[in-house]
């Protein structure tokens, strides 16, 4: 049967591991083991039939990381209806676009969450039902009263490998999400791949990600994976502050974690000042953005242990380009994981050559099916079986790719191609900055230049742009140095950790 919950969830009863714990919250003690994962999610999917959610329906997930999370996901997939995990960070008004974009004909909401996409609920033109996972709230079903709809568990229903199991909406670090729909099969691609032969997840691990669930990355890190092989998980519900993880970290004692740039730099920054926890770690992982190499090596030098930088996309549900076990070089995105194919082309899709930049485009089991109702941006992302990342790559004359920067954020200096990246690795190289972001602006001439924002590590020291304009000449080159430093109190991101350069740009 190709169902994937058929597959990550029933099939670890049928093998003995239904006693083993699946997932476990911080903080609340409680626990939830694959067999009651299992039954859990066959009376959800009971429950949704009962609800009259009809198979190919869309059900919106407003779900913080917690137990009833994997329940309901898996147990819509056994449903046949598809779950879209929801961003839980954003705004009103973008809820109301993405549920009336996805035609969600029910609607799952943490308590936590209700009032912030309460207002646009009675407006809505296709949700039948509202479930709230918490205390009963008007126009609303709680999730007791959903599951008790549920006269006995199902079985998962037949579905076809390149079937549509759920949506994700892309992270919008360039502006509005989009809905991405992937397959029943790409989820055991990415444990095939990724999973096995990159993180090479064991069946004894205990993974934490501090990358939420409805982020591609944090469902491959704690639902795929683990549940490929039957491991545990430990799952945080609040927000990923960097005491907090260490202090996570050192309480559930993980041995793998899973996190993004900028969050590690902010636990590099804290553990130099606090120490770091004491913990059976032996991988972490990191995706999202391109890892600064200097936080990588103080990250080491501190927890002993190397992080793992790669790079994936929604579209491809995972990473698809990583340094591996043993094969870690800082400051490079490493090299294809096994089962996917890269290529770099210019502006006319030509492929280049070492050395040469060019746009990053990947060909693997896991693509996306497309856009839901964006037919131009599919026909400009999906060529064949070749997907467009966006992103600008250099490869070296040993295999190994460099991260440039965003397509959109690329920019010349006198004719020749300055990495926004590039510059930002030097800059936050100094003991004095914590993050940075570099884009580019025009001088009194019209012509472009680099331009940098720069939160300050700690105190700020007199004369601190000057001092940084100086260090970038001496790393990377005089002519890619910022004219401009601008330091601030924060950087604009996505929830998932990108930042959102276009802000920057455009003065936002």
């Known amino acids: 049967m190709a169902n994937a919950a058929s597959y990550f969830v029933d099939r670890h009863v049928a093998e003995g591991r239904g006693d083993k714990v699946a997932f476990r919250e911080v903080g609340t003690g409680r626990e939830l083991t694959y067999g009651a994962l299992a039954a859990g999610s066959g009376l959800a999917a009971a429950a949704y039939h009962a609800a009259d959610v009809r198979r190919e329906e869309r059900v919106a997930m407003l779900v913080l990381d917690q137990i009833e999370f994997p329940i309901l996901f898996w147990g819509a997939l056994k449903a046949g209806v598809v779950p879209v995990p929801l961003n839980t960070l ?50 609303a079903e709680t999730y007791d009263a959903f599951m008790a709809r549920a006269e006995a568990a199902i079985e998962p229903f037949e579905a076809k490998d390149d079937e549509t199991a759920f949506w994700l909406y892309s992270s919008g670090s360039t502006g509005q999400p989009k809905g991405v729909h992937h397959i029943h099969s790409a989820l055991k691609a990415t444990a095939d791949t990724y999973g096995a032969q990159v993180l090479q997840v064991r069946e004894d691990d205990v993974v934490f990600s501090a990358a939420k669930f409805f982020f591609a990355y944090g469902l491959g890190n704690s639902m795929t994976f683990p549940m490929s092989v039957g491991a545990t998980v430990v799952i945080f519900g609040g927000r990923p502050t960097p005491d907090g993880m260490v ?31 004491d913990a059976p770690l032996r991988t972490c992982i990191s995706a999202g953005e391109a890892l600064p190499e200097d936080v990588g090596v ?77 037919r131009d941006k599919t026909r400009g992302t999906f060529e064949g079986v070749w997907t467009r990342t966006g992103d ?49 602006m025009r001088d009194e001439d019209g012509l472009e230049k680099p331009k940098a924002f720069v939160v300050p590590h700690g105190a700020r020291p007199e004369g601190l742009e000057e001092m940084l304009k100086e260090h970038v000449k001496d790393r990377v080159g005089k002519w890619k140095y910022p004219r401009w430093v601008e330091c601030v109190d924060s950087l604009p991101k996505t929830a998932t950790g990108k930042i959102q350069r276009f802000k920057l740009r455009e003065g936002v």
């Open 298 to 374: 103080r990250w080491e030098r501190l927890t002993g242990v190397p992080i793992l930088d790669g790079v994936g996309s929604t579209e491809m549900l995972h990473i698809f380009l990583s340094n591996a076990p043993g094969d870690v070089v800082y400051g490079t995105s490493g090299v294809p994981v096994p089962g996917y194919d890269v290529r770099l082309v210019d502006e006319h899709g030509v492929d280049v050559g070492v050395g040469a930049v060019g746009e990053l485009l990947v060909n693997g089991a896991s693509a996306a099916d497309g856009y839901w109702n964006r």
């Open 247 to 277: 202090q996570v970290i050192a309480d559930e004692q993980p041995t793998v974690f899973c996190g993004v740039p900028t969050l590690y730099a902010a636990m590099v920054a804290h553990m130099e000042a606090e120490g770091a926890p």
């Open 392 to 440: 600008k790559y250099e490869r070296r004359d040993d295999g190994r790719y460099v991260y440039c920067g965003r397509t959109d954020d690329m920019f010349k200096v006198s004719g020749i191609w300055v990495s926004p990246f590039e510059v930002e690795q030097a800059i936050t190289s100094h003991a004095s900055v914590l993050e940075c972001a570099v884009v580019a």
């Open 90 to 139: 954003l705004a009103t008004p973008v809820y109301d676009t993405i549920l009336r974009d996805s035609r969600a004909t029910m609607l799952m909401v943490s308590e936590a969450l209700w009032d912030v996409v309460a207002p646009v609920l009675a407006d809505n033109p296709y949700l039948r039902h509202v479930v709230v996972i918490g205390a009963a709230r008007e126009g």
